[in-house]
């Protein structure tokens, strides 16, 4: 089934009648047609097993260049069986019978240990899930599916049961229904809906549209395949009803995708020096990137900027500052308009300061903003729409400030956010429900509710959306969109629970939050980025007493796979990611608080 976006090749534009899809259509029958007949002509055909399917139906929220499931509801993410089922042809010449039609339901996963038997190979000594269907592919005509019962996921939720022709459904959320209202068409994504499924029963033999509902009917059957549902349980989970799976295992893994390796380049520092925040910018116009030291958390250190000397040599320091501070928040931007980067620095319960660069990485005062407080993190961004970089602040148990730019580093005291008794440690800015206006999402600690604030346009934030359980001691946040839907995620990073991804429904709506690492979690410092290349945003992760990590998102947003950053469990406050070397992919550096801070350089596994 071709997938968007569609792209006939210019000979084959208008040849068919089913529009640019079936364009498309008709230039994939053509492939492999020429695959075919060249397998002919090299006298192959007979060594050569060819194997055509789909891995799943129509995307219907793409209208006419989506696709059709024909007679079969739904489509492709839905449990329905337009989502799921798909036809196979194969083509082996003098063992699969030419004509045969086989309607006996099997999965994709059957192929690896058939193909297995078909080749004389061994079947890995592991633990797998398929069953061979060489009976069923070489046209025996008493065979039928090795599978007693096949299960429907939705990633960890089981959704349905079929045996034979009987097919369970069980409640849950369908989160991929088209929305009516928000159709797409030539290749437009168009919006989805959640819709409460309930418990339904579909006879497959006379109704493969799933319309009529025979759950009544037959309360032998309901009991049947719910006892196939709890055995699929009690082996591979279920999170709607909790069960955790006595059989689950970890995805394989051929090969992770990077490995991060701590830099053996001298260090800039061998002091410990109560690190809180670090950050990553060109300060000297040299095309490298340098950093940001912020230090001091609860005790008084010195800040220090710490040059690049290229390959990610940082051996030159020099102090911001002349103070010593206790700086809990460094953050990066350009204050004064005048296109070099600038440097505020938040502390606590000292003066907050700006530090203005002269383009060549030569910092002065350029004075304070804010308000003398506990003060936990800054965000840069421009909330009040007038063009230039405002600064927000985050104060543990005192009112949240906003601090607004006269765009020449000069700043006023703005209207305060979220309430007096808050805890927040961090704050993120991005337009969640695509109206033009910042709105703010908060990390609250202390058994606080974590908040997203929608902004009025006019720095007022009347509605607030709480996300998580109340209770998560949330100490970073980050938002980007994680599975390439077009609408933003939320990800909290958690102290005593697990790290939690919100997938975004658009206008400032989320899903239940879906966990990433360990249940036990200890994360202080929170980053998305494309770590790998591959296109989509993975999390990178610091923690307290466990190993960093970079959690490579496997393209929906809610399933990684874990690479940890050293074998050290130190004091992690924060984290910044970029490259670092020239290689192209982004590196890590982690500011420890009990310990010298650390770079780690992204390498290749092989």
């Not at 809906?193 to 579909?202: F, N, Q, S, T």
């Not at 520092?269 to 950050?279: I, K, W």
């Not at 103070?323 to 204050?335: F, I, M």
């Not at 609408?487 to 989320?510: E, K, T």
């Amino acid at each position: 089934m071709p997938h968007t976006p569609l792209f006939p090749h210019p000979d084959r534009a208008g040849a068919s009648e089913g529009g640019v899809y079936g364009d498309v259509v008709e230039e994939i029958d053509w492939s492999v047609g020429q695959v075919l007949a060249a397998l002919d002509r090299c006298d192959l055909a007979k060594r050569t097993i060819v194997i055509f399917t789909s891995d799943n139906g129509p995307w219907l929220i793409f209208g006419n260049h989506g696709g059709s499931a024909g007679p079969l509801r739904g489509g492709k993410k839905q449990t329905w069986e337009g989502g799921h089922r798909v036809p196979m042809l194969v083509r082996w010449p003098g063992h699969v019978p030419v004509g045969a039609v086989c309607r006996e339901p099997v999965v994709a996963f059957d192929l690896l240990p058939t193909l297995v038997q078909w080749t004389g190979s061994e079947t890995p000594r592991k633990p797998i899930d398929g069953k061979d269907i060489s009976a069923l592919l070489l046209g025996r005509a008493d065979a039928r599916s090795p599978h007693r019962s096949i299960a429907f996921y939705d990633r960890e939720e089981l959704h349905a049961v079929r045996s034979g022709r009987w097919k369970l459904h069980l409640p849950h959320q369908d989160r991929h229904a088209p929305d009516p209202q928000q159709p797409g068409n030539d290749g437009v994504r168009g919006g989805v809906r959640e819709v409460r499924r309930v418990a339904a029963l579909y006879d497959l033999q006379q109704d493969i549209g799933e319309t009529q509902n025979l759950l009544p009917q037959h309360p032998e059957v309901v009991a049947q395949l719910k006892q196939a549902a709890e055995q699929i349980r009690g082996e591979l989970g279920d999170v709607l009803t909790a069960s955790r799976g006595r059989l689950r295992r970890a995805a394989g893994v051929f090969m992770p995708a990077r490995v991060y390796r701590e830099s053996r380049q001298p260090t800039w520092e061998q002091e410990v020096n109560l690190t809180a925040s670090v950050r990553l910018a060109d300060l000297d116009a040299d095309d490298d990137l340098d950093l940001v030291v912020a230090n001091g958390r609860h005790w008084q250190r010195q800040n220090w900027l710490v040059f690049n000397q290229g390959q990610a040599r940082f051996t030159q320091r020099k102090k911001l500052g002349n103070e010593l501070a206790t700086s809990y928040a460094a953050e990066v931007g350009d204050l004064d308009g005048d296109g070099d980067l600038d440097i505020a620095v938040g502390n606590d319960r000292r003066t907050n300061r700006i530090f203005l660069n002269d383009g060549m990485g030569r910092f002065q005062s350029g004075g304070k903003f804010g308000v003398t407080s506990s003060v936990r993190s800054l965000t840069l961004a421009d909330v009040d729409d007038d063009g230039d970089l405002d600064i927000l602040v985050t104060c543990r148990r005192r009112p949240n400030q906003i601090c607004l730019n006269d765009g020449k580093a000069s700043f006023s005291q703005g209207p305060s956010f979220g309430t007096q008794q808050d805890s927040t440690l961090d704050v993120v800015v991005a337009d969640l429900n695509q109206d033009g206006h910042q709105d703010l999402v908060l990390a609250n600690r202390d058994g606080q509710q974590n908040q997203v604030l929608l902004n009025d346009g006019q720095l007022r934030f009347p509605r607030q959306i709480p996300f998580g359980t109340g209770q998560d001691n949330t100490r970073a946040v980050a938002v980007a969109d994680l599975n390439g839907d077009g609408h933003l995620d939320l990800v909290s990073g958690n102290i005593g629970q697990p790290n939690m991804v919100f997938l975004g429904r658009g206008q400032g709506a989320f899903q239940a939050g879906r966990p990433v690492g360990r249940v036990d979690g200890r994360t202080y410092a929170l980053s998305v980025a494309d770590m790998d290349n591959d296109g989509a945003l993975d999390l990178v992760v610091g923690n307290v007493r466990q190993a960093n990590a970079v959690f490579f998102n496997q393209g929906e947003g809610v399933q990684y796979e874990e690479v940890r950053l050293g074998s050290e469990a130190n004091a992690t406050y924060g984290l910044a990611t970029g490259d670092l070397d020239g290689d192209g992919f982004r590196d890590v550096v982690v500011a420890n608080s009990d310990s010298v801070n650390r770079v780690f350089l992204s390498r290749s596994p092989r």
